[in-house]
């Protein structure tokens, strides 16, 4: 499985910014997606996820609220909408998909990763 953000960028506080990812390759083994992200020099935390039928999802405290993961139509992409965007939000966004197990926070438990996309808010 091959997965590929788009979407991130500058924006201020209080802005929506929309990030996509796309999957390829086997797609079909794929249980459950997520968004994590990464501050330099810290670990990487869950954003949220959702199952592959797009009937659950989980968000990190920090999120709730003001992000909304969800499936595309196209089935392969999952994105996340970002509203009322913090200073505290930038980081690099990075798609993970699963193939065993559901809603899970924990980074180990993604075996598909994508590249990363930086989201930077500004004042």
């Known amino acids: 499985v091959q997965l590929a953000e788009s979407g991130g960028g500058l924006a201020q506080s209080g802005d929506s910014l929309r990030l996509a990812c796309k999957a390829s390759g086997r797609t079909f083994s794929i249980n459950s997606w997520a968004w994590f992200r990464q501050i330099r020099g810290k670990d990487r935390e869950l954003v949220a996820a959702?199952?592959?039928?797009?009937?659950?999802?989980l968000y990190s405290d920090s999120v709730k609220g003001r992000f909304i993961i969800s499936r595309e139509g196209d089935e392969n992409t999952v994105s996340l909408q970002m509203n009322s965007l913090k200073l505290e939000d930038t980081a690099v966004y990075y798609c993970?998909?699963?193939?065993?197990?559901?809603?899970?926070?924990?980074?180990?438990?993604?075996?598909?990763w994508g590249q990363g996309t930086q989201v930077t808010v500004s004042s």
């Open positions: 959702i199952t592959w039928l797009g009937d659950r999802s």
């Open positions: 993970a998909a699963r193939n065993t197990g559901s809603l899970s926070s924990d980074r180990r438990e993604y075996e598909h």
